[in-house]
């Protein structure tokens, strides 16, 4: 939730929950919010918790109660080590676009345009790269490799 110095808001800005909105959602309005990323509702539950759903389909519920930066590190553990997390044997680099989505996931290019998408296999590194100087404006001598943690 975000405050912002003007004083508006409460605004839901979620950075981390992958395929959402593009732009923040005002927490405290109740009707429908048309976002390029679709149709946003939040909806007060009995127990106080509020749902977001996007176009229609329930996304996740959020706890009104304050956190602890601590009350992560379970997670952020789980995800940089757990063999059953994405993080651990994949790379990717993603960004919004004007039509939807494009991603580098170790050596395949994703673009997801109007609910459309395609993959590419770049193949070499130098192909890699490329893609991320011109998709990301990232410039890098060497591809990104997932350390091993062996």
């Known amino acids: 939730m975000v405050h912002l110095p003007d004083g508006s808001g409460p605004w839901l800005a979620d950075v981390g ?3 959402h909105s593009s732009y923040p ?13 679709g149709r946003f509702v939040l909806a007060d539950t009995p127990d106080g918790d509020v749902e977001v759903a996007k176009d ?18 379970p997670t ?9 997390s994405h993080f651990t044997w994949s790379t990717i680099c993603s960004r919004l676009i004007a039509d939807g989505r494009i991603s580098l996931s170790d ?16 193949g070499s590194d130098d192909a890699v790269l490329a893609a991320y100087r011109e998709h990301f404006g990232v410039v890098l001598d060497r591809v990104p490799a997932v350390a091993d943690k062996g």
């Not at 959602?25 to 990323?37: K, S, T, V």
């Not at 229609?56 to 590190?73: H, K, M, T």
């Not at 952020?76 to 059953?84: A, E, I, K, Y």
């Open 76 to 84: 952020c553990w789980w995800q940089q080590t757990s063999p059953d």
């Open 25 to 37: 959602l005002r927490f405290d309005a109740r009707d429908a919010q048309d976002d390029p990323g």
């Open 56 to 73: 229609g389909q329930p996304q996740y519920r959020i706890e009104r109660r304050e956190r602890a930066l601590a009350d992560f590190v």
């Open 107 to 122: 050596r395949t290019l994703i673009r997801t345009s109007g609910g459309a998408r395609t993959e590419q296999d770049l």
């Open 17 to 19: 929950f992958g395929a």
